[in-house]
């Protein structure tokens, strides 16, 4: 496979083309979630929009670990949630969420969702992060709260709330649950989930050891405009995705 520059947007020269490399992002996506135990038990999910069916996305499938998710056992799901492509169930919960997500977000092409450790103990705060470092400027009044807890996402509507919630920003903090990020490029998605989750680390850190100092408005802004673009999640993910290719070369099987 060749190597693009970290600066390079693919172009490809047919549909299949895309949807191939689309799906090789999902596996190394969930892989690097797995590395980073963002897993827990069946929940959690990555999504990439197919190329051509724009009602459909791709997503890894029900009850497999993400260290064992390969671009061969991912699935293709339609706006009904019947899988068109695969050999496993769909994760109800993906399909509630993420159908709902991608119909309210026709710029997006991925979102992901996981209960990683310490999103999903930032959530239970029911506020939004503060800009106290250079990283979590990338989601300065670029990210919201859902603030509200219902269960376990098995509905549309509730989806729905959840894509509202999450408007046009790049993150939304589903409260008592998790993070939900998207972007408009799975590698873009998977660094601002994993940008987010550290962010969130690190606030809770912050606050544990005493009164955090911000940052001031003006150069959070100026910030964000420097590692918060779609661009800089791209970059960022690079080299993640050139090292978890050259240790677990079977995702891409």
């Not at 993420?98 to 991925?110: E, K, T």
Request: proline share 4%; aromatic share 8%.
């Amino acid at each position: 496979m060749a190597q693009l520059h970290p600066f390079e947007i693919p172009t490809f020269d047919d549909v299949e083309s895309e949807r191939l490399h689309l799906k090789q992002r999902l596996a190394a996506t969930c892989r690097l979630f797995g590395r980073f135990g963002y897993d827990e038990g069946v929940a959690g999910h990555v999504t990439a929009r197919d190329p051509e069916h724009a009602d459909r996305f791709w997503v890894n499938g029900f009850g497999i670990d993400f260290r064992q998710v390969a671009v061969s056992n991912l699935i293709c799901v339609d706006h009904l949630g019947e899988v068109v492509e695969g050999d496993h169930p769909v994760n109800r919960a993906a399909f509630a969420i993420h159908s709902q997500v991608h119909q309210a977000r026709p710029d997006i092409v991925a979102a992901a969702h996981t209960h990683s450790l310490h999103g999903k103990a930032f959530s239970t705060l029911g506020v939004t992060l503060d800009p106290l470092t250079q990283d979590s400027c990338a989601f300065h009044e670029d990210h919201s709260v859902f603030d509200d807890y219902t269960g376990v996402v098995l509905e549309t509507s509730e989806g729905r709330r959840i894509a509202d919630a999450l408007g046009g920003h790049k993150l939304v903090i589903l409260r008592n649950h998790g993070l939900l990020a998207v972007g408009t490029s799975v590698d873009a998605a998977a660094w601002w989930f994993i940008a987010a989750d550290r962010s969130c680390h690190a606030q809770l850190l912050a606050m544990a050891a005493g009164k955090p100092v911000h940052i001031d408005h003006d150069q959070a802004v100026l910030t964000r405009t420097q590692v918060g673009s779609e661009i800089a999640g791209m970059v960022s993910f690079h080299p993640l995705w050139n090292w978890i290719v050259s240790q677990e070369p079977d995702l891409l099987d």
